[in-house]
Nanobody, 121 residues
Framework: QVQLVESGGGLVQAGGSLRLSCAPS????????VGWYRQAPGKQRELVAA???????NYADSVKGRFTISRDNAKNTVYLQMNSLKPEDTAVYYC???????????????WGQGTQVTVSS
């Protein structure tokens, strides 16, 4: 079963940048309705950034102007560029998407295993 795999997390100082990537672990037909979420210790998982059904982007107020979601359709890969990072951005970041393994298979709600982002002050 194909899964989503995140990478690019790590430890960075406040004001720094990181770029997260999310790609399927194997061959798939399509990936849609992609979003990045995060969960900090003791808090609920929240939406950070996502592509809408119309192809535009949607961001949490807390990251507007600092984070950018993008995608490479040829690679079925989605990115989250995070600039001007703050300690409050510290969390496990997850990607989520509707993944179709083949042209004829139903879209499956898929999540990655998460990647840790830690921002030091």
């Amino acid at each position: 079963q194909v899964q989503l795999v995140e990478s690019g997390g790590g430890l960075v100082q406040a004001g720094g940048s990181l770029r997260l990537s999310c790609a399927p672990s194997g061959s798939i037909f399509s990936i849609n309705a992609v979003g990045w979420y995060r969960q900090a210790p003791g808090k609920q998982r929240e939406l950070v950034a996502a592509f809408t059904s119309g192809g535009s982007t949607n961001y949490a107020d807390s990251v507007k102007g600092r984070f950018t979601i993008s995608r490479d359709n040829a690679k079925n890969t989605v990115y989250l560029q995070m600039n001007s990072l703050k300690p409050e951005d510290t969390a496990v970041y997850y990607c989520r998407a509707d993944v179709k393994a083949t042209r004829f298979s139903p879209a499956r709600d898929s999540w990655g295993q998460g990647t840790q982002v830690t921002v030091s002050s």
